[in-house]
């Protein structure tokens, strides 16, 4: 079960779930987080290029649906199916090692994972890069380590809050943890359902 101490309630939503996570060391606690701390920045101004495109796409989604609904929800249709496509291909380029996807519980205000590395401490800032599927979203910042616990099976478990994250990103993790309760919320009710006779 994940430690859930008094230090680390915040006033978000959390969820429990498996994610992708990459962290570095930030040598330097007082100074600003590197630009490029996992050595893809050459892939940034691709990343703001279909983010820009994105936020166009949903804009004139809005638009459409005003005057042709049908239309709308076509569009929104094929939108999504280039996004799967996107996400098949990120996932046979094989973007993370199977030792990376960890348990982990996430909110907008940080993200709690377990960890060995003794030299993590409470007080030590971290570069993070998560990656939250299905939508293989991939936020990234900086976090400081509030509080090390231990769980009932005996795992050191790292409770963290973000320092620095952008607001793109923010708003990626909290997309991901509404459609992540959403998900619960189905299955749940899908469980508690009532099996047709026959």
Not at 49 to 78: G, P
């Given at each position: 079960?994940?430690?859930?101490?008094?230090?680390?309630?915040?006033?978000?939503?959390?969820?429990?779930?498996?994610?992708?996570?990459?962290?570095?060391?930030?040598?330097?606690?007082?100074?600003?987080?590197?630009?490029?701390?996992?050595?893809?920045?050459?892939?940034?101004?691709?990343?703001?290029?279909?983010?820009?495109?994105?936020?166009?796409?949903?804009?004139?989604?809005?638009?459409?649906?005003?005057r042709?609904?049908?239309?709308?929800?076509?569009?929104?249709?094929?939108?999504?199916?280039?996004?799967?496509?996107?996400?098949?291909?990120?996932?046979?380029?094989?973007?993370?090692?199977?030792?990376?996807?960890?348990?982990?519980?996430?909110?907008?205000?940080?993200?709690?994972?377990p960890?060995?590395?003794?030299q993590?401490?409470?007080g030590?800032?971290?570069?993070?890069?998560?990656?939250?599927?299905?939508?293989?979203y991939?936020?990234?910042?900086?976090?400081?380590?509030?509080?090390?616990?231990?769980?009932?099976?005996?795992?050191?478990?790292?409770?963290?809050?973000?320092?620095?994250?952008?607001?793109?990103?923010?708003?990626?993790?909290?997309?991901?943890?509404?459609?992540?309760?959403?998900?619960?919320?189905?299955?749940?009710?899908?469980?508690?359902?009532?099996?047709?006779?026959?």
């Amino acid at each position: 079960m994940i430690p859930n101490p008094n230090e680390d309630r915040r006033d978000f939503f959390r969820i429990h779930d498996r994610i992708g996570l990459e962290i570095r060391s930030v040598a330097d606690e007082h100074a600003s987080p590197p630009d490029d701390p996992f050595g893809d920045g050459h892939l940034a101004p691709l990343h703001d290029e279909l983010r820009r495109i994105d936020q166009d796409v949903r804009s004139q989604l809005a638009s459409l649906a005003e005057r042709d609904r049908l239309l709308a929800n076509l569009m929104k249709s094929f939108n999504t199916k280039v996004d799967t496509l996107a996400r098949i291909m990120a996932f046979e380029q094989n973007p993370l090692q199977p030792d990376r996807w960890i348990e982990a519980t996430l909110g907008e205000g940080g993200v709690a994972f377990p960890n060995n590395d003794p030299q993590f401490v409470a007080g030590k800032r971290l570069a993070v890069r998560l990656t939250l599927p299905p939508e293989l979203y991939r936020p990234q910042g900086t976090v400081e380590i509030v509080s090390v616990s231990h769980d009932d099976q005996g795992r050191r478990w790292l409770h963290t809050e973000f320092r620095a994250l952008e607001d793109a990103d923010r708003q990626q993790i909290a997309r991901h943890v509404m459609r992540s309760q959403i998900r619960q919320r189905q299955r749940e009710s899908a469980d508690n359902s009532p099996t047709p006779s026959t």
